[in-house]
C-alpha cells in the first residue's frame, strides 16, 4: 500500500494546524511550556496596558504598545503553529493507518471445549460474523483470497500471506504453525494454500489500532533530555525575570539621581524579557521531539514514545541480526556437489531447468551459476514441453516436468520424502554433503530427477556490499557494531571479518543475548538491537532501544518499544541515525536560540536606558532609527524567526557520521556564529522596513 506523503506546509496540514494554534492558546496548555508561558503572560500584559493607552492613559503611545502586544501574540501563536504542524503530520500518518481497519467476515470455526490439543482442526464446521466480534481465543479459518480477520497465530496450516497493506512491500510471505513465523496481522491477505489462525486480541487491541494509538499519542510524552532541557530553560527564563524585574526600580532611582530622562517602561521590559529567555528553542522544542516521531513513521517505523527515538541517538552498541542485515539475507547458488553416480553438469543441467520460472534471488542465481560453468543457456522450452511447478508452502519444492521426466528441487526434508515416496533411495553420502554445507553456514538446496537424487546446490549467504564501510562509520561514530548468529563459532567469525563487525555472538541463545546485553549496559552503555522471535522477546525488553519485526511474533512485538513495519533488520542502522539526527536538531536549535540573544542586547538596552544614560547610544551598533524601533525590531525578529526555523525543525539538520568534538565545532560554527550574525542583519533590516513604511 502507498501511503500519502505530505510536503512541510502542505495545506492539507497547515489549515488544521492554525486553528489548532488558536485552540492552544488556552491557558492550562500553555502552562505546559513554562518559557512560552512567560510570553503568553508578557502578551496578556501588553494587550492591557495597549487598552490603557488606547483611553489616554498610557506609559507609552498607543501605536507602540499594541505592536509590541501583537508581535507578542504573534509569537506564542508561531510556537503553538509549529507544535501543532508536528501534530498534524502525526495525525495525518494516523489516518492513514485507518484506512488498514476494514470491515471483515470471518469464519468462526465451531470447535467444541473439550477439543483435544493437536488435533487437526481443519474441516471442521464453521459459520460467518463480522470480525469485530470476535474475541480473544476464538479460532478461525482463512483460505487462499481471503482477509486475515484479526491479530493472531497460526495453529495449523502453512499459507503465503500478502503483507503489503502494512509492510508496503508487494513480495508475499509464507506463514505457518510453530516457529518464529506464526504471527499473522489482521487486514493482511492469504495468497495460496489454508490455515487455522487463533484469535490473540479482542477488538480494539489490533496491531493496527495500537499503532494508530502510538502516533496519535506521540505528543504527549517528552523524553528525558528534552526534560533536562526544559529545565535549563526554565532555570534561564528564571534569571532573566529576576534581572529584568529589578531594573524597573533601578531605572527609576537612576532618573532621579539624575534628574534627567524618563524610568523604562513595562512595555519596553517585557520586550526586552521576551527577547532575552530562549524563546526560540522553547517555542520549537515540542515540534522537534514530535518530529522525531514523524520520520520514524516515515520510515515505516512506529515508536512507543519519543524517549525510543531519543534513546536511538544515544545508542553506542548495536546487536545486529547476521541474516538479512550483515549479509544479503537472499543466498546466492556458489556450487554444485553431484551425488554419486552424477557428474556436476548433470547436476546443474536439471538445476537450470527446475530453477527457469523461480524468479526468487536463489533460482535466479542458480541459472546465472549453471550459465556461468557450463555455458547452459538459450533453452528451448516449447521444444521440451515445460510445464513449471511452483514453490508451495504444503510441498516446499519447485520444478518442472518435462516429456516424461519430472525435476524437483527443494529443502532436503522434502525432497527426501518425495523420492521416498516415488520409491527412490536417499544416499549417505548425499546427506554428509547436506551436513558439510550447513556446517559451513550455507543452505543445501537438494535436486532430484524423478526418484533419483542428483546432488545438492550449495546457496551461500552473500556480505552485504558496502556494508563494512557502514560499520567504519559507525565506529568512527563511537557505535560499537556486534553480530548475533545461530552459526557456529567457524561460519561466525569468517563473516564477521569479511563484514568488519567489531564483535560477534556465536551460536546465540535467548539467555546468551540477554546475558550480552545486560554485560554492556553495566559498563553504562545504551544497547539497541532487533528480534522477530518469541525467543528474542527477553533480551528486546531489556534492550534500551528494541526494533521488533512486524512479521515476527506477538510476543516480540510487544516486549520492543518500536516496530519495524517492513520487517527489515538493516532499519536498525537508519534508526540510531534518525535519533541522532534528533539530538543533533535540538542541540544545533539550542545553540543558535542562546547565541542570537547577543544582538538583542544591543538593540533593546540602549533603547530603553539611552534617555537615562546617553553613554549607552555606544552600543546602538547597528544604528538602529530610535529606540521605539528597536524594541519593536526585536520583537519582530524574535516571532518571525520561530517561523523560519519550523522547517528545520521538522526535516531535521542533515545527518553525518561525525564524532562528538566533531559536531560540537560544526555546532558552534554554523549555528552559534550563525546565531550571532543572522540576528544583526535581521535587526537591522526590520528597522529598515519599519522606518520606510512611517510604522516607527
Known amino acids: 500500500m502507498t501511503r500519502k506523503t505530505f510536503s512541510l506546509f502542505d495545506p492539507a496540514l497547515v489549515k488544521p494546524a492554525l486553528v489548532d494554534a488558536l485552540r492552544k492558546l488556552d491557558p492550562r496548555v500553555q502552562w505546559r511550556n513554562p518559557v512560552m508561558f512567560v510570553v503568553y503572560v508578557g502578551s496578556v500584559l501588553t494587550s492591557a496596558l495597549a487598552l490603557q493607552a488606547a483611553v489616554g492613559r498610557s506609559e507609552a503611545p498607543f501605536g507602540f504598545v499594541l505592536a509590541v502586544a501583537l508581535w507578542l501574540w504573534f509569537t506564542v501563536l508561531f510556537a503553538n503553529f509549529a507544535e501543532a504542524l508536528a501534530e498534524g503530520r502525526s495525525k495525518a ?11 471483515t467476515w470471518a469464519k468462526k470455526l465451531d470447535v467444541p471445549r473439550s477439543h483435544e490439543e493437536g488435533r487437526p482442526l481443519f474441516g471442521t464446521p464453521w459459520h460467518t460474523l463480522e ?21 493472531g497465530t497460526v495453529i495449523e496450516g502453512v499459507a503465503t500471506v500478502d503483507e503489503s497493506a502494512i509492510t508496503g512491500e508487494s513480495a508475499p510471505v509464507i506463514r505457518e504453525s510453530g516457529g518464529d513465523f506464526s504471527a499473522v496481522t489482521g487486514g493482511t491477505r492469504v495468497m495460496s494454500d489454508w490455515i487455522i489462525v487463533r484469535v490473540d486480541v479482542n477488538p480494539g487491541e489490533t496491531f493496527v489500532d495500537r499503532m494508530i494509538a502510538m502516533v496519535e499519542n506521540a505528543k504527549r510524552r517528552k523524553t528525558p533530555n528534552e526534560i533536562a532541557l526544559t529545565i535549563l530553560l526554565v532555570a534561564l527564563t528564571l534569571v532573566f525575570l529576576v534581572v529584568t524585574v529589578t531594573l524597573l526600580p533601578f531605572s527609576i532611582f537612576s532618573v532621579e539621581a539624575a534628574g534627567a530622562g524618563a524610568p523604562i517602561t513595562i512595555t519596553a521590559l517585557v520586550a526586552l524579557l521576551v527577547c532575552l529567555i530562549p524563546t526560540t528553542i522553547a517555542g520549537l522544542l515540542s515540534a522537534i521531539g514530535v518530529a522525531g516521531m514523524s520520520r520514524m513513521m516515515a520510515a515505516n517505523v512506529i515508536a ?8 536511538a541517538g544515544d545508542v553506542d552498541v548495536l546487536l545486529l541480526d547476521k541474516t538479512g542485515t550483515i549479509t544479503l539475507g537472499n543466498r546466492q547458488a556458489s556450487a554444485f556437489l553431484p551425488a554419486p553416480g552424477v557428474t556436476e553438469q548433470e547436476l546443474a543441467d536439471a538445476a537450470q531447468l527446475a530453477s527457469l520460472a523461480d524468479e526468487t534471488p536463489e533460482g535466479r542465481s542458480v541459472v546465472v551459476l549453471a550459465k556461468q560453468k557450463f555455458n547452459l543457456r538459450e533453452r528451448d522450452l516449447e521444444r521440451l514441453g515445460a510445464h513449471f511447478i511452483h514453490f508451495s508452502a504444503q510441498t516446499r519444492m519447485s520444478g518442472v516436468a518435462l516429456s516424461g521426466r519430472t525435476i524437483h528441487k527443494g529443502a532436503g526434508d522434502a525432497i527426501r520424502k518425495h523420492v521416498e515416496s516415488q520409491g527412490g533411495t536417499w544416499p549417505q553420502a548425499l546427506q554428509t554433503q547436506i551436513d558439510d554445507v550447513a556446517r559451513r553456514g550455507s543452505t543445501p538446496l537438494v535436486v532430484a530427477d524423478g526418484a533419483r537424487v542428483l546432488g545438492v546446490i550449495e546457496l551461500k549467504d552473500i556480505v552485504k556490499g558496502g556494508i563494512k564501510e557502514r560499520f567504519a562509520q559507525l565506529r568512527r561514530m563511537g557505535i560499537k557494531t556486534v553480530m548475533v548468529t545461530g552459526d557456529n563459532r567457524l561460519t561466525a567469525a569468517a563473516i564477521a571479518a569479511e563484514a568488519g563487525v567489531d564483535d560477534f555472538l556465536a551460536e546465540a541463545t535467548p539467555e546468551a543475548k540477554l546475558t550480552l546485553i545486560r554485560s554492556h549496559q553495566g559498563e553504562g552503555r545504551m544497547v539497541a538491537m532487533t528480534g522477530d522471535g518469541t525467543n528474542d522477546a527477553p533480551a528486546l525488553a531489556q534492550a534500551d532501544v528494541a526494533v521488533a519485526m512486524n512479521s515476527g511474533t506477538q510476543a516480540a512485538k510487544e516486549a520492543g518499544n518500536m516496530v519495524d513495519l517492513d520487517s527489515n533488520p538493516t532499519k536498525l542502522i537508519e534508526i540510531v541515525e534518525t535519533g541522532k539526527q534528533m539530538l543533533m536538531t535540538r542541540g544545533a536549535l539550542t545553540t543558535f536560540s542562546v547565541a542570537n540573544d547577543i544582538a538583542k542586547y544591543f538593540a533593546i538596552i540602549p533603547a530603553a536606558f539611552v534617555a537615562t544614560y546617553p553613554q549607552l547610544g555606544a552600543l546602538n551598533v547597528m544604528h538602529l532609527a530610535s529606540p521605539a524601533s528597536a524594541i519593536l525590531s526585536a520583537v519582530i525578529f524574535n516571532a518571525l524567526v520561530i517561523v523560519f526555523l519550523i522547517p528545520l525543525a521538522l526535516k531535521g539538520i542533515t545527518y553525518r557520521p561525525l564524532g562528538a568534538a566533531a559536531l560540537l565545532r560544526r555546532n558552534l560554527l554554523v549555528f552559534g556564529l550563525g546565531g550571532i550574525v543572522v540576528p544583526f542583519v535581521g535587526i537591522k533590516l526590520i528597522d529598515l522596513a519599519l522606518v520606510a513604511l512611517h510604522l516607527a
Not at 93 to 103: D, P
Not at 131 to 151: C, H
Not at 304 to 311: C, D, L, M, P, Y
Open 93 to 103: 500518518q494516523a489516518q492513514s493507518l485507518r484506512g488498514l481497519k476494514k470491515q
Open 131 to 151: 470480525a469485530d466480534k470476535l474475541r480473544r481465543g476464538d479460532i478461525v479459518q482463512v483460505a487462499a483470497g481471503e482477509l486475515i480477520p484479526a491479530d
Open 304 to 311: 512507543t514514545s519519543g524517549r525510543a527515538v531519543e534513546a
